[in-house]
């Protein structure tokens, strides 16, 4: 055996817990399609409100632009977080120092309420 096949069969941290990390990737990916979805949200409400010129109000037109741009920051941010969320756990996982997310799961559930609030406004509005 020569010193490339040694190296080839030496196992690393990361494959010490490969289920770990390809479940690590799928969240990621996961969090990435979500990210894409909340933009498409945002465009979708925004491209109707203002393809519906006859029911035009200011509030309506204030609010739609509102719910596109929030909706392309936070699918941006998402992507951001997540990113930043995958690297962490990366590390988390091969140092055997994972905690769950409870902070993050509370502040995306109240995030989730505002948003659908101000959903219902924009169409209670309308």
Known sequence: MNNQDIK???T???????????????????WIRTAISIIGVGFLV?????TMRS???PLGNQLATLIGLVSVAVGIVTIILSAAVY????????NQTFRPPVIS???LGVFIIIISLIFGAYF???
Do not use: C, G, P
Request: aromatic share 12%.
């Open 105 to 107: 799961m509370i502040f």
């Open 46 to 50: 925004t491209n109707l409100h203002f």
């Open 124 to 126: 209670f509005i309308i």
């Open 12 to 30: 690393t941290k990361d494959s010490k817990y490969i289920q770990q990390h390809l479940a690590n990737e799928r969240t990621f990916l996961a």
């Open 8 to 10: 080839a069969k030496e």
């Open 55 to 57: 029911t035009l109000s």
């Open 87 to 94: 690297v962490k756990k990366i590390k988390d996982i091969n």
